[in-house]
């Protein structure tokens, strides 16, 4: 059995499209501006609601198929762990996960979402799409680098406390970003998840609804009802990022992570680790600790090639501080081989469509 899919460009309204999709009509694409370029499927295996094809940070794109029943699983167990149903602001593009997931939230509450305008996020357009909210319990979900552009904005800072919940994820969140916004009065829970898992499904490192969280070998694995059919024309890669263990179906993430006490910290991915000199440096890590340091918050660590020490961390930043107390810092914590070898200071952070910062780019200028 197939049904149809249908195919809408990212800068179209696709609610009423997503609304028949879960409700067993055509299932739904909504092409990335930056995707994959080959020719969409015209019909999907009839269990298939959704395809949305991931952002291609942590490895080439791909094409998720996801059911109806996964994604509303999602979203129920959102709604459960932030309290109760509310209207959403959606500020995300709607060919990624995260801004599908705030679509199907509010089908699934009743609430009409209010949308974020403008071609490029601002505090400016979101003041104006928060000033619509009707209800009193209301959420917005958001990327790191949305919730600083808020942050500096006095009148998007003020927005954002009378928001019920600030979802926040698609990225390693710095420390001191949340610690600003806490000081503010803003309550935000970050979300870990992807396509695969359709979206967020542990909030603040504790799995919701019927999620499951499980490391293997120190790579998390994480399970339960909202997890994607597979990957869309690739049986062996769905095999092999979808393994079945005790009888249940898993999503190998190739992040790495442990337990404290009852919570999930993800340390890293499993492919971000480098030989330097003979020693494994695991680049998260790097960056991890680079931004606990003063004034380096935002930095975003990529390897570079070294015709001496194989390859090497190379940090970049906004930030014009003098960088060496933090790297000595770093050095302290995690050995000398991991301090980064160059700190290149930038005055903005590339940035892919979804706000996350564009490592591919940065690795590109690393290695110039």
Same mark, same amino acid.
């Given at each position: 059995?197939?049904?149809?899919?249908?195919?809408?460009?990212?800068?179209?309204?696709?609610?009423?499209?997503?609304?028949?999709?879960?409700?067993?009509?055509?299932?739904?694409?909504?092409?990335?501006?930056?995707?994959?370029?080959?020719?969409?499927?015209?019909?999907?295996?009839?269990? !298939?609601?959704?395809?949305?094809?991931?952002?291609?940070?942590?490895?080439?794109?791909?094409?998720?198929?996801?059911?109806?029943?996964?994604? %509303?699983?999602?979203?129920?167990?959102?709604?459960?762990?932030?309290?109760?149903?509310?209207?959403?602001?959606?500020?995300?593009?709607?060919?990624?996960?995260?801004?599908?997931?705030?679509?199907?939230?509010?089908?699934?509450?009743?609430?009409? /979402?209010?949308?974020?305008?403008?071609?490029?996020?601002?505090?400016?357009?979101?003041?104006? *799409?928060?000033?619509?909210?009707?209800? /009193?319990?209301?959420?917005?979900?958001?990327?790191?680098?949305?919730?600083?552009? %808020?942050?500096?904005?006095?009148?998007?800072?003020?927005?954002?406390?009378?928001?019920?919940?600030?979802?926040?994820?698609?990225?390693?969140?710095?420390?001191?970003?949340?610690?600003?916004?806490?000081?503010?009065?803003?309550?935000?829970?970050?979300?870990?998840?992807?396509?695969?898992?359709?979206?967020?499904?542990?909030?603040?490192?504790?799995?919701?609804?019927?999620?499951?969280?499980? !490391?293997?070998?120190?790579?998390?694995?994480?399970?339960?009802?909202? %997890?994607?059919?597979?990957?869309?024309?690739?049986?062996?890669?769905?095999?092999?990022?979808? /393994?079945?263990?005790?009888?249940?179906?898993?999503?190998?993430?190739?992040?790495?992570?442990?337990? =404290? @006490?009852?919570?999930?910290? !993800?340390?890293?991915?499993?492919?971000?680790?480098?030989?330097?000199?003979?020693?494994?440096?695991?680049?998260?890590?790097?960056?991890?600790?680079?931004?606990?340091?003063?004034?380096?918050?935002?930095?975003?660590?990529?390897?570079?090639?070294?015709?001496?020490?194989?390859?090497?961390?190379?940090?970049?930043?906004?930030?014009?501080?003098?960088? @060496?107390?933090?790297?000595?810092?770093?050095?302290?914590?995690?050995?000398?081989?991991?301090? /980064?070898?160059?700190?290149?200071?930038?005055?903005?952070?590339?940035?892919?469509?979804? @706000?996350?910062?564009?490592?591919?780019?940065?690795?590109?200028?690393? *290695? =110039?």
């Amino acid at each position: 059995m197939t049904r149809s899919l249908r195919i809408l460009s990212a800068d179209v309204p696709v609610l009423d499209a997503l609304r028949d999709a879960l409700g067993g009509g055509p299932a739904l694409m909504v092409l990335r501006p930056d995707g994959l370029g080959d020719d969409p499927p015209g019909t999907v295996e009839q269990r !298939i609601a959704l395809i949305v094809e991931t952002s291609g940070t942590t490895g080439r794109p791909k094409r998720v198929a996801l059911s109806a029943d996964a994604v %509303l699983a999602g979203a129920a167990a959102s709604e459960s762990a932030l309290g109760g149903p509310g209207q959403w602001v959606l500020a995300l593009p709607t060919h990624y996960i995260a801004g599908l997931n705030v679509l199907t939230r509010s089908i699934a509450a009743g609430f009409d /979402p209010v949308v974020v305008g403008g071609d490029r996020f601002t505090a400016k357009d979101f003041v104006v *799409a928060a000033r619509q909210v009707t209800e /009193p319990v209301h959420y917005v979900s958001l990327v790191p680098a949305q919730l600083a552009t %808020l942050l500096d904005d006095d009148d998007a800072r003020d927005r954002l406390t009378t928001f019920s919940r600030v979802l926040v994820g698609g990225q390693s969140t710095p420390r001191a970003l949340l610690d600003r916004a806490a000081g503010h009065g803003i309550r935000v829970t970050r979300t870990y998840g992807s396509s695969e898992t359709s979206g967020g499904c542990v909030y603040d490192g504790v799995p919701i609804g019927n999620a499951a969280v499980r !490391i293997e070998d120190g790579e998390v694995w994480l399970g339960g009802p909202s %997890l994607a059919e597979g990957y869309w024309g690739d049986p062996a890669l769905t095999r092999d990022r979808f /393994p079945t263990l005790d009888g249940s179906r898993w999503f190998a993430t190739a992040d790495t992570g442990r337990w =404290d @006490g009852e919570r999930l910290t !993800i340390t890293g991915r499993r492919d971000d680790v480098i030989i330097s000199g003979g020693v494994k440096i695991a680049l998260g890590a790097v960056e991890a600790a680079l931004r606990e340091q003063l004034f380096f918050a935002d930095a975003v660590v990529v390897a570079a090639d070294d015709e001496r020490w194989g390859q090497v961390p190379v940090a970049f930043t906004t930030s014009g501080a003098d960088a @060496g107390p933090a790297m000595a810092a770093v050095g302290g914590q995690l050995g000398r081989e991991a301090r /980064p070898a160059r700190v290149i200071v930038v005055d903005d952070l590339p940035l892919l469509p979804s @706000g996350k910062v564009d490592r591919a780019a940065l690795a590109a200028r690393a *290695a =110039d």
